[in-house]
């Protein structure tokens, strides 16, 4: 589709509809995405288990009138404990490193006494932190 | 409920908080770029089992995807039908 300056992947990409539908009975493997031959996102699956990593995560931007998975991880406490009941954990990495994960299998140590959940995990307060930052529209 | 059917449940409502996650994951690289790859690496799916016509049972299925897709968009002058065209190339 023509936009801006430039050609873009059209929004009703039916590859990307189906993938969300594939991933919902997902159980193994691994897919990664890459824009203009650059990485930007690997997802890994592993019964119950899912690792998000954002290796450009600044494509990720949320516009701050904008709602939707990412104000769930602003507000990660119930979300985590859907996770949990459903026996699902879902770890975030920025760049490789895990920054937090969340539901059935994190354990909080220290981080209970910063997000108040038995299922929020902060691995790396340092790359939360610059995950949040790179998330955040200017 | 048997507890097998439980476990079926919890995996289904579990898949549903991915499948809305990666969905807006990917609606968020949508729009953003000229060519989009997406590499699968031995994805494992589980297709459930679904009722034909007449309540038909006509089974599940077990998917696994390896492969490269490649999506590309060009420019084209040369009519209004043709000034987007879309490929798709799937590499190895």
Redesign the interface.
Known sequence: ???DD??????N?Q??DW???????????????????EP??K?A?NN?T?A?DLLEPT????PEDET???DKLKTASEFAR??S????T?SFLRKGKEAVRLGKDAKPTLSKMVTGSDDIQLNSAREFAKLKGDLKTD | MSENTNEQGKTQQGGSQWAEMIGQLLDRMTGKGASVTYAFDNLVVDIPRAQGPGGRDIGGAKWTVNGKVLITWEAHQSSEEARQRATVSTVT
């Open positions: 589709m023509l936009g430039h050609l873009h992947i059209d929004k990409d590859l990307t993938l969300s539908k594939a991933l919902k009975n997902a159980k193994e493997g691994a897919l990664a995405i890459s824009f203009e031959n930007a996102v997802i699956i119950g899912l998000v494509l990720f931007r949320i939707g998975l990412f859907k996770l009941d459903n026996g699902v879902i």
